[in-house]
């Protein structure tokens, strides 16, 4: 293992010695590759069956280190809400996302982290959202209406994603981004394919090489974006306007490098995020007629004609399609595992971990424990009722993640989803092919891995 020191603006370690971890159950694996192939393979049943053999925390061998996983709704407490401040981010993320998505919000550590939420955290007023969700009904409407007029077999993963991403140019950019959205887009689809490629180094041919290209491109778009969108006044409707005219506590604008920083964080922050978990809900309520029909109520309850726009009252009276959609984030969490560094010596249930391991908490494993949560692999969204919630650890159920980095876009991808919820049902139903089980992948983030298959017919 490297011994170097990481070196960061905020905090600086120096990895534990391998056999410092000895004393925590586990075993590594192969040399070099340690455990990495076996998680790949099938990263639910690897952690299972490790955590039945050696217990809620231990020892692992993973992408060239030893590391630690640290399982249940105590350990994400511990580290995700994190009150003593001994766990970094910048150093768990940094090994992923360092290079495409230096400095974006999640890679920021404690106060620097905490500046930076507060000013990026206007973006996500009352004010803004709303027009994000006029940006959102009118690109969803048009596109379940395209659906509708050629119904029939089709994948869904693919289509979620393309209409995730044309989404996200109008919300995010703002609906007169104009002939360069295009290679904006594909820029940045660039980025987030590299973001989780095998190959690390940007090798010519590679994902790698080919996000880092994409990167250089929004770089210097935003760039040239920036002056623009502050000489438009603060009018813009889009997110990205809105970074421009944030401000720091001091007064101050956002830096450019800031602005592009953030922006290209929070699009890869939404945009796999939201595909993963849109497939995997349209995916249960194709299994689940009877959960279809009854979300299919809720929305006709609403008494909102087709071309009508959808309000924010609306959303709030669709409680039972928020509730399926937490389900199906529970069954598939769209960030399944959360990394972090430890920058202080600390003690967990018994076992001694030195400042500098890095640990994984993992909400796929939190969101199946059998004895939280009953039948763990069955769709059954009335485990979200008030009264089920309130019986439950509230680190139980954890796919924004929780404490001070908890997902800024939650209420974006509850808008989102409810959104779509409302056009989709009010027009089509969906179904599965009799006897097909769509095959998951689940690492690093839930996906179809034939791009689930499903038929749509107009209600
Ligand atoms: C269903 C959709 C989504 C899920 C499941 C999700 C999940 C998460 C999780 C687990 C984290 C915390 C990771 C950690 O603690 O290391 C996070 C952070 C974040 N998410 Fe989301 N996310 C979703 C959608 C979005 C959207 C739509 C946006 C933006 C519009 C967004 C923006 C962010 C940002 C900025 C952070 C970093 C927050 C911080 O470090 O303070 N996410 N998200």
Known sequence: MSMQSVASPAISFTPPKRNSLTHIPGDEGWPLIGKTLEIL????????????????????????????SLLGPEANELVLFDQAKQFSSTHGWGRILGLLFPRGLMLLDFEEHRLHRRALSVAFKSGPMKSYLAALDTGIAA???????????MLFYPAMKQLTLD????????????PE???????????????????????????MARGVRG????????????????????GGEDLFSQLCHATHEDGALLSTQDIVDHMSFLMMAAHDTLTSS?????????????????????????????????????????????????????????????????????????????????????????????????????????RFTDEAQRGRHRFAWVPFGGGAHMCLGL????????????????????????????????????????????????V
Not at 354 to 380: C, Y
């Open 181 to 207: 959205v295009d290679e904006i887009t594909r820029a940045f689809v660039d980025m987030v394919a590299a973001s989780v490629a095998v190959i690390r180094k940007p090798l010519p041919g590679t994902a």
């Open 278 to 382: 849109l497939s995997s809900f349209v995916g249960a309520l194709a299994a689940h007629p009877q959960w279809q029909d009854k979300l299919r109520g809720e929305v006709t309850a609403l008494g909102v004609a087709t071309g009508e726009a959808t309000t924010f009252d609306n959303l709030e009276a669709m409680p039972l399609s928020e509730m399926a959609f937490k389900e199906a984030m529970r069954l598939k969490p769209p960030v399944p595992s959360i990394p972090r560094r430890t920058i202080r010596d600390l003690t967990f249930k018994g076992y001694a971990i030195p400042a500098g391991t890095m640990v994984g908490v993992n909400p796929l494993f939190s969101h199946h424990m059998p004895e939280i949560w009953p039948d763990p692999e069955r769709f059954d969204p009335m």
């Open 41 to 68: 393979a099938d990263p639910k049943g690897q952690v299972e069956r490790q955590a039945a053999r050696y217990g809620l925390v231990y020892r692992s061998h993973i992408f060239g280190e030893t590391s630690l």
């Open 411 to 458: 209420h974006f991808a509850y808008m989102q989803a409810k959104c779509f919820t409302r056009h989709f049902l009010q027009n089509l139903t969906v179904s599965l092919e009799p006897g097909y089980t769509p095959d998951w992948q689940m690492w690093p983030i839930p996906k179809p891995r034939d791009g689930l298959r499903v038929t749509l017919s107009p």
């Open 215 to 234: 990167r250089k491109r929004i770089v210097a778009y935003f760039s040239e974006q920036i002056p623009i969108r502050r000489a438009k006044g603060s």
């Open 167 to 178: 989404l996200a140019a109008t919300s995010f950019l703002g609906a007169d981004i104009g």
């Open 143 to 153: 596109r379940v209406a395209q659906w509708k007029a050629r119904p029939g077999p």
